[in-house]
């Protein structure tokens, strides 16, 4: 139901471009929005993005990350500049503020000192 790509190894300061395609009209949730999960850590909230491209963002990724959403391809994306050792975790999109639809694999952010 959820894809989730464009995770990689990268050093810190460097840039990575998630892409996370949903089998469903993501147009008929109102936000959507990008979760990860740090080793050790529970599962929080990253960004999310309503349909009218409003965004809220956690303080960790403030004027870093970018999130951004194409309803017509059902798919949500997340620019990530400037990456921190700290950003590394496991990357989920999901809806919010609850995250009604089942789960994909995430895809894996490590950034390197």
């Known amino acids: 139901q959820i894809l989730e790509s464009g995770g990689g190894l990268v050093q810190a300061g460097g840039s990575l471009r998630l892409s996370c395609t949903v089998a469903r009209e993501i147009n008929r949730f109102k936000r959507m929005a990008w979760y990860r999960r740090a080793p050790g850590k529970q599962r929080e909230l990253v960004a999310d993005v309503d349909n009218d491209e409003s965004a809220n963002y956690g303080d960790s990724v403030k004027g870093r990350f970018t999130i951004s959403r194409d309803n017509a391809r059902n798919t949500l994306y997340l620019q990530m500049n400037s990456l921190k050792t700290e950003d590394t975790a496991v990357y989920y999109c999901?809806?919010?503020?609850?995250?009604?639809?089942?789960w994909g694999q995430g895809t894996q952010v490590t950034v390197s000192s």
């Open positions: 999901n809806t919010s503020p609850n995250a009604i639809l089942s």
